[in-house]
């Protein structure tokens, strides 16, 4: 599977962006996918978790962008967004979308992995 994200670019504070990333593959592969994440790195820090969306809709998000991100997902066609609104400074990092995936092989072996896509630029100005 192949995860190619988009959306990435310039904002201003208070301003708005929406990623999408759209997996591509095999259709057994892209099935086994049962979760999506949106990852983030800032300059000189750790890669954090900013949301995630399951399968079924249950969604989880980091304190810092809980009420001002938004994580849906199109399964008919293979794709996550991430909707930042309301925009701030700190919000500047790579984003990398990231599927979990879990295969079931038909000789009974259980493979789990994740896969994980480019990173996209964002840039928030004050």
């Known amino acids: 599977v192949q995860l190619q994200a988009y959306g990435g670019g310039l904002g201003q504070a208070g301003g708005s962006i929406r990623l999408s990333c759209v997996a591509s593959?095999?259709?057994?592969?892209?099935?086994?996918?049962?979760?999506w994440e949106w990852y983030r790195q800032a300059p000189g820090k750790q890669r954090e978790l900013a949301a995630s969306i399951t399968k079924s809709g249950s969604t989880t998000y980091a304190d810092s962008v809980k009420g001002r991100f938004t994580i849906s997902r199109d399964n008919a066609k293979n794709t996550v967004y991430l909707q930042m609104s309301n925009l701030k400074p700190e919000d500047t990092a790579v984003y990398y979308c990231a599927a979990d995936y879990v295969e079931h092989s038909p000789e009974g072996t259980v493979v789990v992995g994740r896969h994980w896509g480019q990173g996209t630029q964002v840039t928030v100005s004050s």
């Open positions: 593959g095999s259709t057994f592969s892209v099935n086994a996918i049962n979760a």
